[in-house]
């Protein structure tokens, strides 16, 4: 019975495999000696370290272990720091792979940590990718639970953009509706008329997302359909390097729509009360509507961030009053009687 207490059950693989065997030892010098038995390995420098964090074991250290610990048996130049590299190594290999996403999955379905689950979750979304596929018959899992009018990845991602533009016409609206005196709201009305009329002659600048758009210029993702975060209004880039690529699978497109379209220079802040001043102070006519345009609905204005890149705090960035309003056209003075050469008396 004594000897049964004092024997201790692990569970024991071979560095880079994913099998698992239970071996029972009373000690660390009979765990290697069954391990290297058990997994065909040299015992001359074979030693053992934790799964998760890959601690080497000693003899001490082996009493302390729980029942069924996960171990690595290493031998050689073999070296193991932790659960991540087994994440590196699946990642490390041809994404396309259905051996590797079968690897993947067994990895995540034996796994009992709720933090290396979420972590595996998180590389399956990425090694399934189907970005290659474009239409519905394709791959009709990206389409569920959208309209059957969307006949293409792009149509939808494309119609996605325009959605999200156009709603930002609603906060013009309200503050037409909100102007007090009647001549500045028929001005703003007009002023509203006219920025709106910009962004429909560019089709609500749906290319943003479409990655068939031809101009690389006129889209915020790749050929592929690859967007990359690009942080927070008051940086240059983003630090977290934040990717993804809604078209590659489902669950990609969904966690897209918690990416934010960020105005740098405010929207309701900023930019809308600078054009409802403008009008107060000003005829329709002498607003810039271009200015005002891109600032509200273009990348002049507009970032593309993750949502964990989005500061949702003050950005205390002002419009340029210079742009405000078109410049006046200068026109020669006419000549002053009087004030040329005088003519010659003959």
């Known amino acids: 019975m004594c000897a049964l207490e004092s024997t201790k059950s692990v569970k024991l693989r071979s560095f880079g495999e994913t099998n698992k065997y239970g071996v029972a030892a009373k000690d660390l010098k009979e765990l290697l000696k069954k391990g290297c038995k058990l997994l065909k390995k040299p015992m001359n420098c074979a030693r ?26 290493l031998s050689g130049d073999e070296a193991w720091n ?8 699946l990642l490390s290999k041809d994404r396309t792979s259905s051996q590797l996403l079968e690897a993947a999955r067994h990895f995540r379905s034996d796994d009992r940590s709720a933090k290396r689950r979420k ?17 519905r018959e394709d791959d009709q899992e990206w389409f569920e639970g959208l ?37 500045v709201k028929e001005e703003f009305a007009k002023t509203a008329r006219g920025i709106t009329d910009l962004l429909k002659a560019d089709r ?51 966690n897209f729509g918690t990416w934010n379209l960020d105005h740098r220079i405010e929207k309701k802040r900023t ?11 000003h005829q329709s006519s002498a607003i ?3 200015y005002f345009y891109r ?35 200068k026109t020669p003075k006419p000549k002053t009687p009087g004030k040329g050469k005088r003519p010659r008396i003959k």
């Open 48 to 73: 053992v370290c934790t799964y998760d964090d890959g601690t080497e074991l000693t003899e001490e250290y082996f009493k302390t272990l729980p029942r069924n610990v996960e171990l690595v048996l």
């Open 82 to 89: 932790g659960f991540m590299d087994e994440i590196a190594g």
């Open 119 to 135: 972590l595996l979750a998180d590389s399956l979304v990425g090694l399934e990718d189907h970005s290659e596929m474009e239409t």
């Open 147 to 183: 309209l059957p009018r969307f006949k293409t990845k792009s149509a939808y991602m494309k119609s996605n953009c325009e959605r999200r533009i156009r709603g930002y016409m609603t906060e013009l609206e309200v503050a037409k509706i909100s102007s007090q005196s009647p001549r």
């Open 204 to 254: 609500y600048n749906g290319h943003y997302f479409d990655r068939s758009e031809v101009e690389e210029k006129n889209r915020l993702c790749t050929a592929q359909g690859w967007f990359t975060c690009q942080g927070a209004f008051d940086q240059d880039l983003c630090k977290s390097l934040h990717s993804i690529n809604p078209y590659g699978n489902k669950e990609s497109r969904i």
């Open 271 to 281: 930019v809308i009360p600078a054009l409802v001043d403008a009008v107060q102070n």
């Open 288 to 290: 810039n509507l271009t």
């Open 295 to 329: 600032l509200l609905f273009t990348t002049d204005n507009l970032r593309l961030v993750h949502f964990v890149c989005h500061k949702k705090v003050p950005h205390l960035l002002q419009c340029d009053s210079k742009k405000m309003y078109k410049r006046a056209t």
